[in-house]
């Protein structure tokens, strides 16, 4: 079983950024494609960005120019640089591992307001 814990939430006023961390347990991480979703209010959730197993990454459009994902295989996390936030990025940040199926955590929140 692969446990997903995700860090680096908080207030931020619009225009800053912050960077999420997700650290993953378990011995086949860099196997895994990472991705991060979000899900605010009211709203079903969304796919943010994804990166593979050999680094490649992908982004919503919403994000893209952004935010940056990135993982580091030898520390079994992946992160999410988020700049120039906006309030519509207000949400809960949630880590996934091996795809829709796969492994979920609990999510951080992140809220974007003056």
């Known amino acids: 079983q692969v446990q997903l814990v995700e860090s680096g939430g908080g207030l931020v006023q619009p225009g800053g950024s912050l960077r999420l961390s997700c650290a993953a347990s378990?011995?086949?991480?860099?196997?895994?494609?990472m991705g991060w979703y979000r899900q605010a209010p009211g709203k079903q959730r969304e796919w943010v960005a994804s990166?593979?197993?050999?680094?490649?990454?992908d982004y919503a459009s919403s994000v893209k120019g952004r935010f940056t994902i990135s993982r580091d295989n030898a520390k079994n996390t992946v992160y999410l640089q988020m700049n120039s936030l906006k309030p519509e990025d207000t949400a809960v940040y949630i880590c996934?591992?091996?795809?829709?199926?796969?492994?979920w955590g609990q999510g951080t929140q992140v809220t974007v307001s003056s």
């Open positions: 378990g011995s086949r991480f860099s196997l895994y494609t």
């Open positions: 996934n591992g091996d795809g829709r199926n796969g492994y």
């Open positions: 990166i593979g197993s050999g680094g490649i990454t």
